[in-house]
């Protein structure tokens, strides 16, 4: 027929001896399996990235502690030493109190363990508790005694063993670290709880930061930080 013709002229016919158009040659196309045609391409080498050091993190300069000058020892000093001398004897915890006035109005009251020979001072990791919630229930207990029937009142801020900057280096790394995943990812990161000093913390180190507002919400003790995206803000 017309079709068998045009079938005949068109494929090459296979080689006298039998066998598969592939093995005789005959068949012009790569034979499955072998042909370049069914190759996988071989992947590229990766080129080796250089090797960068690990920068610390800036802390915000404008959390750079104050200095603290001289002792003071008016009034409101004494009572926080009388206050707090006795709260540590019933405690069972030896420690020097030493307070400064950075400012009109404002105690800073370090505890110091007190060295024995050549020992060094004690730990007063007792008197700090985790994540210092120790620290400010005394530094609560402290405030209300001392301004308790007063006319003048005074903020009073405790410190133990430099507790408080290393808590705040420590709160401006995190604060930047969830700014960056909220810049990122263009959404609202919410933080663990925190006291009322905390929060300051945060809201202070992220005021200038462009694109990221904070606020906070809920309840005391469950008030937590929200670091947001702001795209207005430059």
């Known amino acids: 027929s017309v079709l068998r013709r045009m079938w005949s002229w068109s494929w090459p016919r296979p080689r006298p001896g039998g066998g598969s158009f592939w093995r005789n040659g005959a068949c012009p196309l790569p034979r499955p399996g072998r042909g370049a045609w069914n190759r996988a391409p071989k992947p590229e080498k990766a080129e080796p990235k250089p090797e960068t050091e690990d920068k610390p993190a800036e802390v915000s300069a404008s959390l750079t502690p104050a200095p603290l000058g001289e002792e003071v020892d008016d009034a409101k000093a004494q009572a926080i030493k009388k206050f707090l001398v006795g709260l540590l004897q019933q405690m069972e915890v ?67 063993e430099n507790y408080r900057e290393r808590r705040e280096q420590s ?64």
Do not use: F, W
């Not at 420690?95 to 009109?104: G, I």
């Not at 009251?109 to 050549?118: F, N, P, Q, R, T």
């Not at 990812?185 to 694109?211: C, F, G, K, S, W």
């Open 94 to 160: 030896e420690a020097e109190v030493r307070v400064y006035q950075p400012e009109k109005g404002r105690y800073k009251v370090i505890l110091e363990g007190k060295s024995l020979g050549a020992l060094v001072g004690h730990d007063l990791g007792a008197i700090i508790g985790r994540r210092g919630e120790t620290l400010d229930a005394i530094q609560q207990l402290t405030s209300y005694a001392v301004n308790r029937g007063g006319d003048r009142r005074c903020r009073i801020q405790l410190d133990a």
């Open 171 to 234: 709160l401006c790394r995190l604060a930047e670290k969830m700014a960056e995943k909220a810049v990122r990812y263009r959404r609202n990161v919410t933080m663990e709880p925190m006291n009322a000093y905390e929060r300051h913390v945060i809201h202070t180190a992220l005021q200038d930061t462009p694109h990221v507002t904070t606020y906070s919400t809920g309840v005391d003790p469950n008030r937590r930080v929200i670091i947001a995206y702001d795209r207005t803000k430059q």
